[in-house]
């Protein structure tokens, strides 16, 4: 079946510590996405990847970091910078980046304790 | 930047009814697209639109793109109890990075 995993479905972690959130497509998309939902909030784009070996930051980019080395995976990091890490991540692709349809993965909810 | 003001931002229905939410831009949009998201999952697309004034159906959906190019509509008649969710207006323009704004979203709940 084609489509986007991302693992782990709930990850839990230490104030101060960095975590990778993992993403990854079989879906042979050129473009990648990295949202962070908050409860009541809509989807707010924190890096996008056109292509591999590029990436963009979005509109809330700061204390996270992205790589795409791959085209088919686009991990994201929380670093410790990011003063409230705590929410539902959502990564997402399209064919490519002029596309129209993005396509979720399942998600992946981060609670820093 | 574009903003996207989705309404209503919760909905609380009996099975049988239905359902009318809307999406206001304060700028032109290319396309509207609609989502569903279940609990705890990610969100599904479930209708597009490209051309003002385009209603399109996808079973008991139906969603329109404003003559403004400003709004769009999503009505679900006769909900069931699956319909629970919350449910995305995004507007994209042509161009650009390609990439849609976000409604913050219609909570949906239907009880039997």
């Known amino acids: 079946d084609g489509g986007i995993t991302q693992s782990p479905k709930y990850l839990f972690r230490k104030e101060g510590q960095n975590v990778t959130l993992s993403c990854e497509q079989n879906?042979?998309?050129?473009?990648m996405y990295w949202y962070r939902q908050d409860p009541g909030q809509g989807l707010r784009l924190i890096y996008y990847?056109?292509?591999?070996?590029?990436?963009q930051k979005g509109d809330i980019a700061e204390g996270y970091s992205v790589s795409r080395e791959k085209k088919e995976s686009f991990p994201l990091t929380v670093t410790s910078a990011q003063k409230n890490p705590t929410a539902f991540y959502l990564c997402a692709s399209k064919r490519d980046y002029s596309a129209n349809e993005q396509f979720f993965g399942p998600g992946t909810r981060l609670t820093v304790l | 930047g574009q903003q996207l003001n989705q309404s209503p931002q919760s909905m609380f229905i009996q099975e049988g009814e239905d359902v009318s939410m809307n999406c206001t831009s304060s700028?032109?949009?290319?396309?509207w697209l609609w989502y569903k998201q279940d609990p705890g999952e990610g969100p599904v697309l479930l209708i597009a639109l490209y051309k003002a004034g385009e209603l399109t159906s996808n079973g008991r959906l139906t969603a329109q793109f404003g003559i403004t190019r400003k709004d769009s509509f999503l009505n679900i008649s006769a909900s069931i109890p699956s319909d629970v969710g919350i449910y995305f207006c995004?507007?994209?323009?042509?161009?650009?990075?390609?990439?849609?704004?976000f409604g913050r979203g219609t909570s949906l709940i239907v009880h039997p």
């Open positions: 990847s056109q292509i591999v070996n590029d990436f």
């Open positions: 879906l042979n998309h050129d473009a």
């Open positions: 995004a507007g994209r323009v042509s161009g650009g990075s390609y990439i849609p704004t």
């Open positions: 700028s032109i949009f290319n396309t």
